[in-house]
Nanobody, 124 residues
Framework: QVQLVESGGGLVQAGGSLRLSCKVS????????MGWFRQAPGKDREFVSA????????NYADSVKGRFTISRDNAKNQVYLQMNSLEAEDTAVYYC?????????????????WGQGTQVTVSS
């Protein structure tokens, strides 16, 4: 059974930084495209970023380009999301997810496994 556990969320002031981590157990993540999504109160879950199996390809939502960086360490079975220059609009629950696709994908339906989420709150 594949399990994903996010950590690293918290309260930060606007302009600050956080680094989210996602620890995967049950299977090596080298077989998965990994993604981050977020959901703010009253809004749909939205794509944030994804990284291909090898880490050679990444993509980002326009709203986070230049501020967020996704990375992975297949040896540690972990994925990370470095978030800089945080804005109040980044406040949401952030979810890590795994997809059995070769290329990185922004479609939630492509992701078979999801974590429980970690809260990120940015105060203005």
């Amino acid at each position: 059974q594949v399990q994903l556990v996010e950590s690293g969320g918290g309260l930060v002031q606007a302009g600050g930084s956080l680094r989210l981590s996602c620890k995967v157990s049950g299977r090596t993540i080298s077989t998965y495209t990994m993604g981050w999504f977020r959901q703010a109160p009253g809004k749909d879950r939205e794509f944030v970023s994804a990284i291909s199996r090898s880490g050679g390809s990444t993509n980002y939502a326009d709203s986070v380009k230049g501020r967020f960086t996704i990375s992975r360490d297949n040896a540690k079975n972990q994925v990370y999301l470095q978030m800089n220059s945080l804005e109040a609009e980044d406040t949401a629950v952030y979810y890590c997810a795994a997809a059995m696709t070769i290329r990185s994908t922004s479609r939630p339906a492509d992701y078979a496994y999801w974590g429980q989420g970690t809260q990120v709150t940015v105060s203005s």
